[in-house]
């Protein structure tokens, strides 16, 4: 715990963004009978019944000091999964950072033998060079800033039923798009101290 608490007090640098990332599963759903829209007087109906679409993951990395995330859901939770994201995270949104600092839970698709199960070697090991990972303590997900990033957005962008993948996607972008037009950061306050008086 201390270690990710550390993490979160260093001071903001470009050249060593702290990035957070987590993923949660979603349910795709759609409405076995059309709803009756709202009207004036009248709110929006919708039947009880759904239709099962399957399940999906969603992937949220952000930057909290910075106030950047993105967002997308991928039919699947893999070890290959990650890797594409780590890839993506360091070839497209951090091409030119010096290190990130990456803060995620311990599941075990969370390392750098993800990269080598994806990648070939060279390249697997040209990924891993850049990043340095900080792990939450196991029943400490709580303390990756990414779980307030998915509370948000499950409450700003999920509160109906989804169909399909693509529109999930067109929903998250359109979150991520706003979310990162506002530039809104995490300002975390539980620190090392706090820790030792109330753990």
């Not at 007090?9 to 963004?17: I, K, L």
């Not at 997308?72 to 999964?81: F, Q």
């Not at 303390?143 to 948000?152: K, M, Y």
């Amino acid at each position: 715990m201390q270690d990710v608490l550390g993490v979160y007090t260093r001071r903001y640098d470009p050249a060593f963004p702290v990035v957070v990332m987590d993923e949660k599963p979603l349910q795709l759903l759609d409405d076995a009978r059309p709803g009756t829209p709202a009207a004036p007087g009248r709110p929006a109906r919708e039947d009880s019944e759904y239709v099962r679409h399957g399940t999906c993951s969603i992937f949220v990395w952000a930057e909290p000091l910075r106030g950047w995330r993105r967002a997308y859901a991928e039919p699947t939770r893999t070890r290959l999964d990650w890797a594409h994201g780590v890839e993506h995270l360091l070839d497209v949104d951090y091409p030119d950072v010096e290190k990130v600092v990456l803060v995620m839970d311990n599941l075990n698709t969370h390392n750098i033998a993800s990269l080598y199960q994806a990648f070939p070697p060279e390249k697997a090991y040209a990924l891993a060079q850049p990043l340095e990972i900080h792990h939450t303590p196991k029943h400490g997900s709580w303390l990756n800033t990414a779980e307030i990033e998915l509370s948000c957005l499950t409450k700003q962008c999920l509160g109906r039923r989804i169909p399909d993948l693509d529109i999930l996607n067109t929903e998250l972008d359109a979150w991520t798009k706003a979310t990162n037009t506002d530039t809104r950061q995490v300002d975390w306050r539980f620190t090392t101290s706090d820790a030792r008086i109330k753990l």
